[in-house]
């Protein structure tokens, strides 16, 4: 009989070396770090050159976490790259595998802005649960400095640049308690990073379109209003589904977007203070990858601790949003 429970066994994360911190930001737009602090909890973020990939962040994020997982590149049967920002807009799950070496994966792109992490780990949950698969890679990464106005200041303060992943196995046990999983495309005008065209004349009376993404657009104050109310619903659904209460729960791992949610989502959830991990002080928002480092950093640090239960919840742009509760570790 095949393993078909689920295992979270490594972990690794990968952030470009420039950092900007809000003072520099004042060079740019009509802001101030006291502004930003108090708004957001951001203090800096780390900012992607020309010559740092995606592909490449997301390679080194996932070495550290098969490293981990006590696994080579080569066991690994699937490789899910969560990313709004790839490299090439056909994907570039398979720039990942090629430099991992993981010649027997499968690979492939999965967007849901910045619940892609929690959507992607879902997914790959599928393949092991249905016996499919046993070793999945799931990455989070995101570069959306490359697509942010740096002249609009109700946005480009708040997000930054990086890569996780985790690494996914086939166990007799099964720690992926339980998830849950929303979409609300009704709500996608709040937050986007669209394709906009002009009419161009292919042959005569035939016109195609041609244009490019333009930079990210959100209504703020909507997207925290959705947040604050959406996050502590789907998490109460997931932890239903897993069948335990919230004080089971030893870490409330959310997508790192603003200190102010991070708070009203524990408040609202009776979490205490102390089980919340932020990081997002040091980062900003790094959409996709901001659950996959921060579950990094505490795992590394020494806060998260084998059978440690966790409730992480990613929310974004679509809208989509979405929790999965598991236990840490083999
Ligand atoms: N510096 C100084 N002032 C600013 C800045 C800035 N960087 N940005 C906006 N302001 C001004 C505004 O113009 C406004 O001025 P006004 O009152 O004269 O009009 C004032 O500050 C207040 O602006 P608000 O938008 O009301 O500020 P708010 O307290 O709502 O905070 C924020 C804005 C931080 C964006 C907040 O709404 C938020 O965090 N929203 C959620 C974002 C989020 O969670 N996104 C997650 C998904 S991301 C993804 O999927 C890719």
Partial sequence: MRNTGIAITGSGCAVPSASVDNQALTALVETSDEWITTRTGIKKRRVANNSE?????????????IAMAGISAQDLDLILLTTSTPDDLFGSACQVQQALGANRAVAFDLTAACSG???????????????VY???LVIGADILSRWLDWQDRTTCVLFGDGAGAVVMQASSSDKLLGFELRSDGSQNHHLNLAYSGQNQELTQGINISK????AVTMNGKEVYRFAAQKVPEVIDKALFRANITVDSIDWLLLHQANQRILDTVAQRLGIPEHKV???LANYGNTSAASIP??????????????????AASGFGAGLT????IFQWGK
Avoid at 53 to 65: C, F, I, T
Avoid at 293 to 310: F, M, S, T, Y
Wanted: aromatic share 8%; proline share 2%; glycine share 8%.
């Fill in 117 to 131: 992490f929690i959507f992607g780990m879902v997914t790959a949950a599928q393949y092991i649960r249905t016996g």
């Fill in 293 to 310: 480092i921060a579950l990094d950093e505490a795992v590394r640090a020494g806060q998260i601790k084998p059978n440690h239960i966790i």
């Fill in 321 to 324: 949003w979405g929790a999965a």
């Fill in 53 to 65: 990939s995606l592909s490449q962040l997301a390679a080194v994020a996932s070495l550290k976490a």
């Fill in 134 to 136: 046993q070793n999945v």
């Fill in 211 to 214: 244009g490019n993404y333009q």
């Fill in 277 to 279: 991990i932020s990081n």
